[in-house]
């Protein structure tokens, strides 16, 4: 929707998806190699850092070239975080609780995403723009990367290096 604010022509929207996942598709592996090496909480708060900035430039974005930018930038997000909030999942509960944990993380994920997409969908009607929703899309990130680092202990019995003592 903020695309079309900007006056990208609706024939073009597919194609900046596509770069969005061929720019996921090319770093998720290195993202988890990353989370391997330095632990999957500060790849994790990098990238909804990042998604944050992605979001705040969304919000404030002027020009359709820095929006083709933008959509690189979340793809780089995605292969961040994606297989990355997996794994951690995988280090916070016991081996055998695994499948009940990601059951319960995509039903939290649906039951979050519904009133949140209606929201976002009130707000940007209400205002008449996307500037709004999307700035607050970029606050939430971030404070969700704050309480990620300050909040969230890996148990010690993670497999991950780098991970697996408490901060």
Known sequence: MRARELGLRPAFLPLAWVVLHLVKTATSYQGGVLSDRVGRRPVLAAGW??????????????????????????????G?????????????????????????????????????????????DRTGSGHLPLLLNAVFALAAAV??????????????PGVGAAR
């Open 147 to 160: 309480w990620l680092l300050v909040m969230v202990r890996t148990p010690k019995h993670s497999a991950t």
């Open 80 to 124: 961040a975080t994606e297989g990355v909030a997996k794994a951690f999942v995988a280090d916070l509960v016991p081996k055998g609780a695994r499948g009940t944990a990601f059951g319960k993380l995509g039903m939290l994920e649906g039951l979050v995403l519904i009133p949140t997409s209606v929201l976002v969908g009130y707000l940007w």
């Open 49 to 78: 850092l990042l998604y944050a900035g992605v979001y705040f430039g969304f919000s404030f974005l002027g020009s359709l070239a820095l929006l083709w930018v933008l959509f690189a930038v979340y793809g780089l997000f995605f």
